[in-house]
């Protein structure tokens, strides 16, 4: 125990190895809340700063006293007890590595220690200081908690350093004194310690000792033989010790600590056979072992195992790489070796003794064998596909349909039911990192499917939504074959390469993207183990994949199987192992009874337990229907472990009582049942329940057996039987009780904890179900029960009720403080480390190095070189270091071959010349990835540069750094034999006189080494984020367990329960109950045992449906052996073990329930409520059997059936009974096939709404392939009118409810369900007698049992009967054939006529003989109209009061007297007719006006338009002749425009009548319309108008015009367009309002008169202006008419030749001429100035218009001289072209006014972006200083006060940024006088 490497381990073992760090100095965060208990407050004070102190204080600090010791033990028991969910505190303290937590513990392990050392301060006590630390250490609070990173290392710290062959000496010294107490420790010594924890009694002694030896074994393991074999004789010493103890007296809680010894020697001999199996396989001996287990098990009535053992095991070796002896050294995702292995894979059959390299009824062997056969079912259809891509050409021949690139593969030899999607072309977009998502993940694009192309984004993104392809979690695989450019296409096998990922990152608006040319992109994960990691973190970072990529999809669910087989992996222990690995139950075994389990423990149980085999029942002999009858195995199913621990437990059934019952000896009888003793009193339990008898010994079962198996026939209430033994478990036991003291009984003050003195503790009972609908149904009939004390695990409910009681709604705001601190910590590190990562890729992907990132790595390993490139270096250099591009920095120079001076560079040019000439133009900048570069590096040791260590061994060889490294070179590499080799140059002195190829050389020598130390950085860096993660997970999952651990009822799913398997161990059920357990597989329930379970409740019927395996080979009903789908439910009944059976049932009329009763339940009983039904109305039987011959559809016998006639029939029957007046809703049609079930889907859309459960709806979407969804048909509500063609009448239906919906469903997904009628498509009719699936009884059963009032049966006799593989079809026809209820015809009789009995055929005969669901007779009854009803016979509206009479209507309108032109069902109303010509009062005529209006023409409006004056505005206006009237009397009608001139300058374009209701409003207090009329005429001009609602259109600094709605003289918004600033080098990309350096480069003015401007771009320049005209010919051949030294524009402004349409504006003449109206002569004298606009002027206009006498000095004679100064005057815009106002730009001449306006215009922004961005953080200083001040007094509320001088850091560098950028703005320049 005193290995030091054990420490490391220790913190590794479920956590980081790095804690967080967490802001220190913080108050306490729980006194406050107590002030009801102030001295438990203060003592709780007290301790938290005593441990605050103690371990966040100076580590120079030690204990020096055992008291000082025993205060801080205590401080920490002190505040987890008062505190417990809180305990993150402690484990903070205790744990982190930023604490001294972790140095107090080892100070006191290494302590000297003694059982009666008193108050001695040179040794401490054993009982009181080693025992309390220990008792510290795992309080079950502690233990429990997730937070491994903490406690892992508290473990191994305690490890490292306690002895533990001292502990065990005294312990037993302790043993042979008889008591537990010091004889040096007297009375007023205990008085001084304050009432200190200290053991009682030597259970409180042990029991710690225990719980810390049971922490080290399963976190830290025993990995080495001495390791080993010192725990085990500790275990054995701490035996003799308890023993010892016992031989003096019992002790209240003995069994805890003698049962936790037996599990412990139990898991140590576990781990000593593993440690056999390794030596054996070291010494090359397992093969022959595996032999002789073969030999020895192998043997009459065993199954043959003659296949090879896994792994090493086998004679050749493994069969891939993936194919290991040991299940947890097994990927769950597949290999690429193992998917393309065309070796059988090892697959143990599901029968004892064929796991042959295991020990036979070992856990570890029961385990095994589920875990192979269960990943099998994920991966074989995955395998047989990739082999059969691979032999069909692989990704070279895609097998998919003639120019597709995605969609499903055409592969050979694959089955229907078997899919192989393929996406073509993919490509790896980008690295991503998520600290809320799925962590680091890979963004990928690939070809969209073929029928989404042509489709909008809508269309396809409403595809994506309802499809199940790529959902998240799915197993996908990334194909490229690396031999694709040399092999043959399609001619032989490809060679690929395959990795593995998950469905990360689901988003349907990038699957269809908006933008043409995108493709669809998703995010993935890679699984671990994955080959080809490096491959794709390459092509991630802007490399390509090899060959072409495709994405495989498999048609299996991963995410689905992924959790159970981590779930297995990870398992240590199996609770109740003895029954559930048990080989074979016997009950005649004639060796000795081994021990129950948990009853004895110690070596003596192990080695039992080992030569036994765990064989506790025997053989019942032949499997029959009626499970067997309870025998004397029934008596050694022991009770629960946490009932037998208290002989005097009594069991109070008294909530199950029902309210009424008064009777005091019957409440006295179920008050104090002595379960343990058999005691049930099940006649007074049935007198006072609801229960029946069977229920009741069902109930007595599930509480008294600790593995109880309850079978409920369908209808006789399982699920109700469940909820009374959860209601009995809730009300005989306690929750969780934190840190229970086994001697004194104290219990921590919690709602839910009972005193464990009389209720024993199990803390939260949990309830497994595999699918989230049987887990919400069983828990709303919970909430019904009235128990409401339950949290749902899981975000999949879709129930309102159960929504407050998930997980998710609980947990919000309930963190600790100490939990957020960690939280905060998770936050940072991952967001540090999302930035590094992202300036690692940004350093990966980059061209070119710059100098920056170079300089550091030349200055380490070729210093003098780099003495000698910095001495070239200019100061403007620091200005541009990060422009690798900028052509006169001393970095670009060299590496581009330029030499000191332009003498040597000439010298040098024929070389380079000489050596280019060999290479191959037109490199591809990542072509390098295939290539090897032609030379050697020799260059210094790994560790001199900088992250190479933290590169793993063989991740990035040589050539993928210098592929990554090459593929990043702009330009061309060129790869020649150097000059000198990569030493000399690194030792070389002057890197000036190199030629070309040694710079390149050494450059290639210096990327390649600081690339591949970035990428082993990044590698670095990703792991560490997805650690980080994993860490911020534990917390949230410990937030989570507070929760959880103060409900009584927890409810899962199975895949839940393996996903958080940490969360469920450490809330500890001991009570699980598994609801529909014989649907479960058996995996599922192993992985849903927490290691504390000592209760297991079963809850189903194996004799319905079992699990469904994706490969029928895996199935019972393949005779293979396999038997994945072999519930732990039917195999323990099998084997003979007692299940307890429910017999009466609640839901079948007798006619339905005698087909199941005489064929699989004998004993099956009618209630009598059932025996009352009604019969089902306009049927003739109750139960019906229509045999037809209408042959089946379907490709071939593994296809989907599909039988047309009875999808017709099935959809019009369901009509035929709504029409009897059932709702829809009460009618459900069934049928086993998908296939089937699209055609019901397609006929009763004809006829009414009908449901589609989600489970049906998915494998709807699946069985319809590539096909194109129906969209939003499948909805019942997605059609608001139906047809009413076949129904008689038309039919609407205005809202949508579950009751007018006929459910159509699959038989496998109506389990637990059930229907008042029920219609059974059958579809199987073939003349082979092949049924498929019918043939199982299993789902025979479930088909038959479903109906409770009718059940017609729509299939062909002859076929089922014909079957030899199922017999059942033969009983149920020959009962119905009996009952003469199987038919060629189905007889319904009418309602109304009972004597008319009609025989349909087909469902076309409906439409003859009762098409409105009576008979064929007419109704002819008189309706309340009088006429005769149209319908013929209907059972449904008696009254009539729904039927539409079609007949004309009767009535005579008044008054006018004319008839009602409706028909006789619609409402008269008023007379509607059109009267032709109507005079009106006013003399105009009115046409088509309704009758009912023309009787009063004076109501009716005239419409003819009329010329009226308005006298208060004086406008004319066209109006409607019939609002004359009202305009005159409201003039604020008038519609003309106001058309004033407004303060602003612009005219109103307001209504007049707008602006004069404005202006009445606004200066009479209650004015109203009606009073315009009576007031004065208002003039024009006081009006007050409404606010313009023109376009500002002011000229702005930066040259554009204001495009905001006039705002009056205010001061215009900052312009929100694109930056005007532009020149021959670039243009700028940001907006006008944000900064942008001026260009750098030279200046491009350059004429054969005046030279080149010496200036940069940006600068005003001080070049004189030419006024020549151009020399230069344009292209059409004339000369260019511009000035020279301006670039030559385009032919179309020749003056020859060019567009005539094109003028010239003369601002000073104000004309406007055509170009070609100019002549040479006029045009050399005064060029033309072309401007970016496409705009001409005449130069002289331009220098007037500019000013530039204002920027350069004429002389007398006219031309330019010297520059102006240019002073900063006023603020004036930029200019803009004279004629669109467009911004100048690249004009050569005018760039000395236009940059001085620009350096102004900058001027201006710099100051305004400084005053806001210290505006901004001045204001964030202020809210960090008072979050700051207040986190005095609420720790871990806020973030520390550094927020704020990030934030004035940031704020800083800011400011200095954008003054460096100005102090270049403004150079100072000979000739420049710019101030």
Same mark, same amino acid.
């Given at each position: 125990?005193?290995?030091?490497?054990?420490?490391?381990?220790?913190?590794?073992?479920?956590?980081?190895?790095?804690?967080?760090?967490?802001?220190?100095?913080?108050? @306490?965060?729980?006194?406050?809340?107590?002030?009801?208990?102030?001295?438990?407050?203060?003592?709780?004070?007290?301790?938290?700063?005593?441990?605050?102190?103690?371990?966040?204080?100076?580590? /120079?600090?030690?204990?020096?006293?055992?008291?000082?010791?025993?205060?801080?033990?205590?401080?920490?028991?002190?505040?987890?007890?008062?505190?417990?969910?809180?305990?993150?505190?402690?484990?903070?303290?205790?744990?982190?590595?930023?604490?001294?937590?972790?140095?107090?513990?080892?100070?006191?392990?290494?302590?000297?220690?003694?059982?009666?050392?008193?108050?001695?301060?040179?040794?401490?006590?054993?009982?009181?200081?080693?025992?309390?630390?220990?008792?510290?250490?795992?309080?079950?609070?502690?233990?429990?908690?997730?937070?491994?990173?903490?406690?892992?290392?508290?473990?191994?710290?305690?490890?490292?350093?306690?002895?533990?062959?001292?502990?065990?000496?005294?312990?037993?010294?302790?043993?042979?004194?008889?008591?537990?107490?010091?004889?040096?420790?007297?009375?007023?010594?205990?008085?001084?310690?304050?009432?200190?924890?200290?053991?009682?009694?030597?259970?409180?002694?042990?029991?710690?000792?225990?719980?810390?030896?049971?922490?080290?074994?399963?976190?830290?393991?025993?990995?080495?033989?001495?390791?080993?074999?010192?725990?085990?004789? @500790?275990?054995?010493?701490?035996?003799?010790?308890?023993?010892?103890?016992?031989?003096?007296?019992?002790?209240?809680?003995?069994?805890?600590?003698?049962?936790?010894?037996?599990?412990?020697?139990?898991?140590?001999?576990?781990?000593?056979?593993?440690?056999?199996?390794?030596?054996?396989?070291?010494?090359?001996?397992?093969?022959?072992?595996?032999?002789?287990?073969?030999?020895?098990? /192998?043997?009459?009535?065993?199954?043959?195992?003659?296949?090879?053992?896994?792994?090493?095991?086998?004679?050749?070796?493994?069969?891939?790489?993936?194919?290991?002896?040991?299940?947890?050294?097994?990927?769950?995702?597949?290999?690429?070796?193992?998917?393309?292995?065309?070796?059988?894979?090892?697959?143990?059959?599901?029968?004892?003794?064929?796991?042959?390299?295991?020990?036979?009824?070992?856990?570890?062997?029961?385990?095994?064998?589920?875990?192979?056969?269960?990943?099998?079912?994920?991966?074989?259809?995955?395998?047989?596909?990739?082999?059969?891509?691979?032999?069909?050409?692989?990704?070279?021949?895609?097998?998919?349909?003639?120019?597709?690139?995605?969609?499903?593969?055409?592969?050979?030899?694959?089955?229907?039911?078997?899919?192989?999607?393929?996406?073509?072309?993919?490509?790896?977009?980008?690295?991503?990192?998520?600290?809320?998502?799925?962590?680091?993940?890979?963004?990928?694009?690939?070809?969209?499917?073929?029928?989404?192309?042509?489709?909008?984004?809508?269309?396809?993104?409403?595809?994506?939504?309802?499809?199940?392809?790529?959902?998240?979690?799915?197993?996908?695989?990334?194909?490229?074959?690396?031999?694709?450019?040399?092999?043959?296409?399609?001619?032989?096998?490809?060679?690929?390469?395959?990795?593995?990922?998950?469905?990360?990152?689901?988003?349907?608006?990038?699957?269809?993207?908006?933008?043409?040319?995108?493709?669809?992109?998703?995010?993935?994960?890679?699984?671990?183990?994955?080959?080809?990691?490096?491959?794709?973190?390459?092509?991630?970072?802007?490399?390509?994949?090899?060959?072409?990529?495709?994405?495989?999809?498999?048609?299996?669910?991963?995410?689905?199987?992924?959790?159970?087989?981590?779930?297995?992996?990870?398992?240590?222990?199996?609770?109740?192992?003895?029954?559930?690995?048990?080989?074979?139950?016997?009950?005649?075994?004639?060796?000795?009874?081994?021990?129950?389990?948990?009853?004895?423990?110690?070596?003596?149980?192990?080695?039992?337990?080992?030569?036994?085999?765990?064989?506790?029942?025997?053989?019942?002999?032949?499997?029959?229907?009626?499970?067997?009858?309870?025998?004397?195995?029934?008596?050694?199913?022991?009770?629960?472990?946490?009932?037998?621990?208290?002989?005097?437990?009594?069991?109070?059934?008294?909530?199950?009582?029902?309210?009424?019952?008064?009777?005091?000896?019957?409440?006295?009888?179920?008050k104090t049942i002595d379960l343990l003793a058999g005691h049930w009193p099940s006649d007074t339990l049935q007198e006072v329940t609801t229960l029946d008898q069977s229920q009741l010994l069902a109930l007595q079962a599930a509480l008294s057996r600790e593995l109880a198996l309850v079978q409920g026939p369908p209808g006789t209430g399982k699920t109700y039987v469940g909820i009374q033994a959860v209601k009995a478990l809730l009300a005989n036991t306690s929750g969780n009780a934190k840190d229970l003291d086994p001697g004194t009984g104290h219990v921590d003050d919690l709602p839910n904890a009972a005193d464990p003195l009389t209720h024993p503790c199990v803390g939260p009972v949990l309830i497994v179900c595999f699918t989230n609908h049987a887990l919400d149904q069983f828990l709303e009939g919970l909430l019904?029960?009235?128990?409401?004390?339950?949290?749902?695990?899981?975000?999949?409910?879709?129930?309102?009720?159960?929504?407050?009681?998930?997980?998710?709604?609980?947990?919000?705001?309930?963190?600790?403080?100490?939990?957020?601190?960690?939280?905060?910590?998770?936050?940072?590190?991952?967001?540090?480390?999302?930035?590094?990562?992202?300036?690692?890729?940004?350093?990966?992907?980059?061209?070119?190095?710059?100098?920056?990132?170079?300089?550091?790595h030349v200055e380490m390993v070729a210093p003098d070189l780099h003495e000698s490139l910095v001495s070239r270096k200019r100061p403007m250099d620091d200005e541009f270091e990060e422009a690798v591009s900028n052509k006169r920095h001393f970095w670009w120079q060299w590496l581009h071959g330029h030499r000191r001076n332009n003498a040597q560079n000439k010298a040098a040019a024929a070389a380079d010349a000489r050596a280019q000439a060999s290479q191959v133009a037109g490199h591809n900048s990542f072509d390098v990835l295939a290539e090897q570069p032609n030379f050697q590096t020799t260059g210094p040791p790994a560790t001199e540069v900088p992250a190479a260590a933290n590169t793993e061994p063989g991740e990035w060889g040589e050539q993928g750094v210098a592929a990554l490294a090459g593929q990043r070179l702009?330009?061309?590499?060129?790869?020649?034999?150097?000059?000198?080799?990569?030493?000399?140059?690194?030792?070389?002195?002057?890197?000036?006189?190199?030629?070309?190829?040694?710079?390149?050389?050494?450059?290639?020598?210096?990327?390649?080494?600081?690339?591949?130390?970035?990428?082993?950085?990044?590698?670095?860096?990703?792991?560490?984020?997805?650690?980080?993660?994993?860490?911020?997970?534990?917390?949230?999952?410990?937030?989570?367990?507070?929760?959880?651990?103060?409900?009584?009822?927890?409810?899962?799913?199975?895949?839940?329960?393996?996903?958080?398997?940490?969360?469920?161990?450490?809330?500890?059920?001991?009570?699980?109950?598994?609801?529909?357990?014989?649907e479960v597989f058996e995996a599922h329930i192993l992985a849903s045992l927490a290691p504390t379970t000592e209760h297991l409740i079963l809850i189903g019927d194996h004799e319905q449906l079992r699990p469904k395996p994706q490969l029928y080979a895996l199935q019972t009903e393949s005779g293979q052996g396999y038997n994945l789908d072999l519930s732990l439910f039917e195999r323990l009944v099998r084997q003979g073990f007692p299940v307890a059976t429910l017999e009466q049932q609640r839901r079948m009329r007798p006619s339905v329930s005698r087909l199941i009763r005489n064929t699989i339940y004998p004993s099956l009983q009618d209630h009598a409520s059932v025996c009352n039904y009604p019969r089902v109305k306009g049927m003739v039987h109750n139960v019906f059997f229509w045999d037809h011959n209408h042959p089946?559809?379907?490709?071939?016998?593994?296809?989907?059936?599909?039988?047309?006639?009875?999808?017709?029939?099935?959809?019009?029957?369901?009509?035929?009974?709504?029409?009897?007046?059932?709702?829809?809703?009460?009618?459900?049609?069934?049928?086993?096939?998908?296939?089937?079930?699209?055609?019901?889907?397609?006929?009763?859309?004809?006829?009414?709404?009908?449901?589609?459960?989600?489970?049906?709806?998915?494998?709807?979407?699946?069985?319809?392939?590539?096909?194109?969804?129906?969209?939003?048909?499948? @909805?019942?509500?997605?059609?608001?009118?139906?047809?009413?063609?076949?129904?008689?009448?038309?039919?609407?239906?205005?809202?949508?409810?579950?009751?007018?919906?006929?459910?159509?469903?699959?038989?496998?997904?109506?389990?637990?369900?059930?229907?008042?009628?029920?219609?059974?498509?059958?579809?199987?009719?073939?003349?082979?007698?092949?049924?498929?699936?019918?043939?199982?009884?299993?789902?025979?059963?479930?088909?038959?049992?479903?109906?409770?009032?009718?059940?017609?049966?729509?299939?062909?006799?002859?076929?089922?009967?014909?079957?030899?593989?199922?017999?059942?079809?033969?009983?149920?026809?020959?009962?119905?054939?009996?009952?003469?209820?199987?038919?060629?015809?189905?007889?319904?009789?009418?309602?109304?006529?009972?004597?008319?009995?009609?025989?349909?055929?087909?469902?076309?005969?409906?439409?003859?003989?009762?098409?409105?669901?009576?008979?064929?007779?007419?109704?002819?009854?008189?309706?309340?109209?009088?006429?005769?009803?149209?319908?013929?016979?209907?059972?449904?509206?008696?009254?009539?009061?729904?039927?539409?009479?079609?007949?004309?209507?009767?009535?005579?309108?008044?008054?006018?007297?004319?008839?009602?032109?409706?028909?006789?069902?619609?409402?008269?109303?008023?007379?509607?007719?059109?009267?032709?010509?109507?005079?009106?009062?006013?003399?105009?005529?009115?046409?088509?006006?309704?009758?009912?209006?023309?009787?009063?023409?004076?109501?009716?409006?005239?419409?003819?338009?009329?010329?009226?004056?308005?006298?208060?505005?004086?406008?004319?206006?066209?109006?409607?002749?019939?609002?004359?009237?009202?305009?005159?009397?409201?003039?604020?009608?008038?519609?003309?425009?106001?058309?004033?001139?407004?303060?602003?300058?612009?005219?109103?374009?307001?209504?007049?009548?707008?602006?004069?209701?404005?202006?009445?409003?606004?200066?009479?207090?209650? @004015?109203?319309?009606?009073?315009?009329?009576?007031?004065?005429?208002?003039?024009?001009?006081?009006?007050?108008?409404?606010?313009?609602?023109?376009?500002?259109?002011?000229?702005?600094?930066?040259?554009?015009?204001?495009?905001?709605?006039?705002?009056?003289?205010?001061?215009?918004?900052?312009?929100?367009?694109?930056?005007?600033?532009?020149?021959?080098?670039?243009?700028?990309?940001?907006?006008?309002?944000?900064?942008?350096?001026?260009?750098?480069?030279?200046?491009?003015?350059?004429?054969?008169?005046?030279?080149?401007?010496?200036?940069?771009?940006?600068?005003?320049?001080?070049?004189?202006?030419?006024?020549?005209?151009?020399?230069?010919?344009?292209?059409?051949?004339?000369?260019?008419?511009?000035?020279?030294?301006?670039?030559?524009?385009?032919?179309?402004?020749?003056?020859?030749?060019?567009?005539?349409?094109?003028?010239?504006?003369?601002?000073?003449?104000?004309?406007?001429?055509?170009?070609?109206?100019?002549?040479?002569?006029?045009?050399?004298?005064?060029?033309?100035?072309?401007?970016?606009?496409?705009?001409?002027?005449?130069?002289?206009?331009?220098?007037?218009?500019?000013?530039?006498?204002?920027?350069?000095?004429?002389?007398?004679?006219?031309?330019?001289?010297?520059?102006?100064?240019?002073?900063?005057?006023?603020?004036?815009?930029?200019?803009?072209?004279?004629?669109?106002?467009?911004?100048?730009?690249?004009?050569?001449?005018?760039?000395?006014?236009?940059?001085?306006?620009?350096?102004?215009?900058?001027?201006?922004?710099?100051?305004?972006?400084?005053?806001?961005?210290?505006?901004?953080?001045?204001?964030?200083?202020?809210?960090?200083?008072?979050?700051?001040?207040?986190?005095?007094?609420?720790?871990?509320?806020?973030?520390?006060?550094?927020?704020?001088?990030?934030?004035?850091?940031?704020?800083?560098?800011?400011?200095?940024?954008?003054?460096?950028?100005?102090?270049?703005?403004?150079?100072?320049?000979?000739?420049?006088?710019?101030?």
């Amino acid at each position: 125990m005193h290995s030091r490497g054990r420490v490391g381990r220790g913190r590794s073992g479920r956590g980081p190895a790095h804690p967080v760090r967490t802001t220190q100095g913080r108050s @306490s965060p729980v006194a406050a809340s107590h002030n009801a208990m102030q001295s438990q407050a203060n003592q709780t004070v007290d301790s938290y700063t005593a441990l605050r102190t103690l371990t966040d204080g100076s580590r /120079s600090y030690s204990f020096r006293t055992p008291l000082q010791m025993r205060r801080f033990i205590d401080a920490g028991l002190t505040h987890s007890k008062t505190y417990p969910s809180d305990v993150a505190f402690v484990l903070r303290c205790l744990g982190s590595a930023d604490t001294a937590g972790l140095q107090r513990l080892g100070e006191i392990c290494r302590f000297p220690h003694a059982v009666d050392a008193g108050v001695n301060k040179e040794a401490c006590s054993f009982q009181r200081v080693t025992c309390a630390l220990l008792h510290l250490v795992t309080l079950p609070a502690l233990m429990n908690s997730l937070l491994t990173q903490c406690y892992n290392p508290i473990m191994a710290t305690l490890a490292d350093n306690l002895d533990l062959a001292s502990i065990c000496r005294c312990a037993k010294a302790l043993a042979d004194q008889g008591s537990i107490a010091d004889p040096n420790y007297r009375p007023y010594h205990q008085e001084q310690d304050g009432g200190m924890w200290q053991p009682e009694t030597w259970v409180q002694m042990l029991q710690p000792i225990v719980n810390f030896l049971n922490q080290v074994v399963q976190r830290l393991g025993c990995n080495t033989e001495d390791e080993l074999q010192q725990m085990q004789q @500790s275990v054995a010493s701490l035996q003799q010790t308890a023993q010892a103890f016992k031989a003096h007296g019992d002790c209240a809680g003995e069994y805890g600590v003698v049962n936790n010894l037996g599990n412990l020697g139990r898991l140590l001999a576990i781990k000593q056979a593993e440690q056999q199996r390794v030596l054996r396989k070291e010494t090359h001996g397992l093969q022959q072992h595996v032999h002789r287990q073969r030999q020895q098990r /192998s043997g009459p009535g065993r199954l043959q195992a003659d296949q090879d053992g896994p792994g090493e095991t086998r004679p050749d070796g493994p069969r891939h790489d993936n194919d290991h002896t040991s299940i947890n050294s097994i990927s769950i995702a597949p290999t690429q070796q193992e998917v393309l292995c065309h070796v059988s894979a090892y697959l143990p059959a599901n029968v004892p003794g064929t796991v042959i390299h295991l020990e036979e009824g070992s856990p570890e062997a029961h385990k095994d064998l589920h875990f192979r056969l269960l990943r099998h079912d994920m991966v074989a259809e995955l395998c047989e596909s990739a082999v059969r891509f691979q032999q069909a050409g692989g990704s070279d021949s895609l097998a998919l349909p003639k120019g597709a690139t995605s969609g499903r593969a055409n592969l050979p030899g694959i089955d229907d039911d078997m899919s192989l999607f393929v996406y073509g072309n993919v490509e790896i977009k980008n690295l991503m990192t998520a600290k809320f998502g799925a962590g680091v993940q890979y963004e990928v694009a690939f070809d969209d499917l073929p029928f989404n192309t042509g489709k909008t984004s809508g269309q396809r993104r409403e595809y994506w939504e309802k499809s199940r392809r790529l959902q998240h979690g799915t197993l996908v695989a990334l194909w490229w074959d690396r031999s694709a450019a040399t092999r043959p296409r399609a001619q032989q096998a490809s060679d690929p390469c395959i990795t593995f990922a998950t469905i990360s990152m689901r988003n349907e608006q990038q699957l269809a993207p908006r933008e043409a040319g995108h493709r669809p992109q998703i995010g993935i994960r890679l699984c671990q183990g994955c080959g080809a990691n490096d491959e794709i973190l390459m092509a991630a970072l802007g490399g390509k994949l090899p060959g072409h990529t495709v994405m495989l999809q498999s048609s299996g669910s991963f995410f689905a199987y992924e959790p159970i087989l981590k779930a297995l992996q990870s398992t240590q222990t199996m609770p109740l192992a003895d029954y559930i690995a048990a080989p074979k139950l016997r009950a005649d075994s004639s060796g000795p009874e081994p021990p129950t389990a948990g009853r004895t423990g110690g070596a003596s149980f192990i080695k039992d337990l080992l030569s036994h085999g765990n064989r506790l029942f025997g053989n019942r002999g032949p499997v029959g229907r009626e499970s067997p009858p309870p025998t004397a195995a029934a008596a050694r199913v022991g009770g629960p472990a946490y009932l037998t621990q208290d002989a005097s437990f009594r069991l109070d059934l008294s909530c199950l009582l029902d309210e009424a019952v008064h009777d005091d000896e019957a409440l006295n009888a179920v008050k104090t049942i002595d379960l343990l003793a058999g005691h049930w009193p099940s006649d007074t339990l049935q007198e006072v329940t609801t229960l029946d008898q069977s229920q009741l010994l069902a109930l007595q079962a599930a509480l008294s057996r600790e593995l109880a198996l309850v079978q409920g026939p369908p209808g006789t209430g399982k699920t109700y039987v469940g909820i009374q033994a959860v209601k009995a478990l809730l009300a005989n036991t306690s929750g969780n009780a934190k840190d229970l003291d086994p001697g004194t009984g104290h219990v921590d003050d919690l709602p839910n904890a009972a005193d464990p003195l009389t209720h024993p503790c199990v803390g939260p009972v949990l309830i497994v179900c595999f699918t989230n609908h049987a887990l919400d149904q069983f828990l709303e009939g919970l909430l019904a029960a009235g128990l409401t004390d339950m949290v749902r695990v899981g975000g999949r409910s879709k129930n309102d009720a159960l929504a407050q009681y998930n997980i998710h709604e609980l947990v919000r705001d309930k963190a600790m403080p100490a939990q957020k601190q960690l939280l905060y910590g998770c936050y940072n590190r991952a967001g540090a480390l999302e930035q590094r990562i992202g300036e690692l890729k940004a350093s990966l992907m980059q061209g070119e190095l710059a100098w920056p990132a170079v300089k550091h790595h030349v200055e380490m390993v070729a210093p003098d070189l780099h003495e000698s490139l910095v001495s070239r270096k200019r100061p403007m250099d620091d200005e541009f270091e990060e422009a690798v591009s900028n052509k006169r920095h001393f970095w670009w120079q060299w590496l581009h071959g330029h030499r000191r001076n332009n003498a040597q560079n000439k010298a040098a040019a024929a070389a380079d010349a000489r050596a280019q000439a060999s290479q191959v133009a037109g490199h591809n900048s990542f072509d390098v990835l295939a290539e090897q570069p032609n030379f050697q590096t020799t260059g210094p040791p790994a560790t001199e540069v900088p992250a190479a260590a933290n590169t793993e061994p063989g991740e990035w060889g040589e050539q993928g750094v210098a592929a990554l490294a090459g593929q990043r070179l702009a330009g061309q590499r060129l790869h020649i034999a150097p000059n000198r080799d990569l030493e000399d140059l690194l030792a070389a002195e002057d890197a000036w006189t190199m030629t070309r190829t040694e710079r390149e050389m050494l450059y290639n020598c210096w990327d390649e080494q600081l690339r591949s130390g970035w990428l082993g950085e990044l590698k670095l860096a990703m792991r560490e984020y997805e650690s980080v993660r994993d860490e911020q997970r534990r917390i949230h999952a410990d937030v989570d367990l507070n929760v959880l651990k103060g409900a009584r009822l927890v409810g899962m799913t199975t895949a839940g329960v393996a996903n958080k398997q940490e969360l469920v161990a450490a809330m500890a059920p001991k009570v699980v109950i598994v609801e529909e357990a014989g649907e479960v597989f058996e995996a599922h329930i192993l992985a849903s045992l927490a290691p504390t379970t000592e209760h297991l409740i079963l809850i189903g019927d194996h004799e319905q449906l079992r699990p469904k395996p994706q490969l029928y080979a895996l199935q019972t009903e393949s005779g293979q052996g396999y038997n994945l789908d072999l519930s732990l439910f039917e195999r323990l009944v099998r084997q003979g073990f007692p299940v307890a059976t429910l017999e009466q049932q609640r839901r079948m009329r007798p006619s339905v329930s005698r087909l199941i009763r005489n064929t699989i339940y004998p004993s099956l009983q009618d209630h009598a409520s059932v025996c009352n039904y009604p019969r089902v109305k306009g049927m003739v039987h109750n139960v019906f059997f229509w045999d037809h011959n209408h042959p089946e559809g379907g490709r071939d016998e593994n296809a989907s059936k599909q039988n047309s006639a009875e999808a017709a029939m099935a959809a019009r029957l369901a009509l035929y009974l709504t029409q009897q007046g059932y709702k829809a809703g009460d009618i459900t049609i069934l049928t086993p096939y998908v296939g089937q079930l699209l055609l019901l889907r397609a006929e009763v859309r004809k006829y009414m709404r009908f449901v589609v459960s989600e489970r049906d709806a998915e494998e709807l979407a699946a069985a319809q392939g590539d096909e194109d969804t129906e969209g939003s048909q499948d @909805s019942p509500a997605a059609k608001e009118k139906l047809p009413g063609s076949k129904l008689g009448f038309a039919a609407e239906i205005s809202r949508v409810n579950l009751n007018d919906c006929v459910r159509v469903a699959t038989v496998d997904n109506f389990q637990g369900e059930e229907s008042t009628i029920i219609i059974l498509s059958l579809v199987r009719n073939n003349k082979q007698g092949m049924i498929g699936f019918l043939k199982t009884s299993n789902r025979i059963n479930v088909m038959l049992s479903r109906a409770k009032h009718g059940m017609y049966i729509l299939g062909h006799a002859d076929t089922l009967t014909a079957s030899k593989k199922s017999t059942m079809w033969r009983q149920v026809t020959g009962l119905l054939e009996g009952d003469d209820a199987v038919g060629q015809a189905l007889p319904v009789v009418c309602a109304n006529h009972p004597e008319s009995v009609n025989m349909l055929r087909s469902a076309a005969d409906f439409d003859t003989f009762a098409r409105d669901g009576g008979c064929s007779l007419q109704c002819s009854a008189r309706m309340p109209c009088g006429h005769s009803c149209p319908r013929l016979c209907h059972p449904d509206d008696s009254r009539h009061v729904t039927v539409q009479c079609p007949k004309a209507c009767t009535h005579v309108l008044q008054p006018c007297g004319h008839p009602c032109p409706k028909l006789c069902y619609q409402d008269c109303g008023l007379c509607t007719r059109p009267m032709p010509n109507l005079l009106l009062p006013c003399g105009h005529t009115a046409h088509d006006i309704p009758c009912h209006r023309a009787l009063k023409p004076d109501l009716v409006a005239c419409t003819e338009k009329v010329s009226v004056h308005l006298p208060h505005c004086g406008h004319t206006i066209q109006v409607r002749c019939g609002d004359v009237a009202a305009v005159q009397a409201d003039a604020s009608k008038c519609t003309a425009t106001c058309g004033s001139n407004l303060e602003c300058g612009h005219t109103c374009q307001h209504r007049c009548g707008a602006c004069l209701l404005s202006t009445v409003r606004g200066s009479t207090t209650g @004015s109203s319309k009606g009073s315009l009329a009576s007031a004065p005429p208002i003039p024009v001009s006081s009006y007050q108008h409404l606010a313009c609602s023109q376009v500002c259109s002011r000229d702005l600094l930066c040259g554009h015009t204001c495009g905001k709605s006039c705002h009056g003289g205010s001061t215009c918004p900052p312009c929100t367009r694109l930056c005007s600033v532009k020149c021959g080098h670039g243009q700028c990309k940001g907006l006008c309002t944000d900064l942008c350096a001026p260009c750098a480069e030279p200046c491009r003015w350059l004429c054969q008169h005046q030279g080149q401007c010496k200036l940069p771009c940006g600068a005003p320049c001080t070049r004189l202006p030419c006024n020549e005209r151009c020399t230069l010919q344009l292209s059409c051949g004339h000369r260019c008419p511009s000035v020279c030294g301006e670039p030559c524009p385009s032919t179309k402004f020749c003056i020859h030749c060019g567009d005539k349409s094109l003028t010239a504006y003369d601002i000073i003449m104000d004309e406007n001429r055509t170009l070609r109206d100019y002549d040479k002569g006029e045009v050399t004298e005064n060029p033309l100035i072309v401007l970016a606009c496409g705009h001409v002027l005449p130069m002289t206009s331009m220098d007037g218009y500019l000013e530039l006498h204002r920027a350069y000095a004429k002389d007398q004679q006219g031309n330019w001289t010297t520059p102006c100064q240019l002073e900063a005057g006023e603020q004036q815009a930029l200019k803009s072209c004279p004629i669109c106002r467009q911004p100048l730009t690249q004009i050569m001449r005018y760039g000395r006014p236009l940059n001085h306006m620009k350096v102004q215009h900058a001027d201006i922004k710099f100051f305004l972006h400084c005053n806001q961005e210290l505006a901004e953080a001045d204001k964030m200083y202020g809210a960090a200083s008072k979050a700051a001040s207040d986190s005095a007094s609420r720790a871990g509320t806020a973030f520390p006060s550094a927020t704020s001088t990030a934030n004035w850091r940031r704020s800083a560098a800011c400011f200095a940024g954008m003054c460096r950028c100005w102090l270049y703005a403004m150079p100072m320049h000979d000739g420049c006088m710019v101030s």
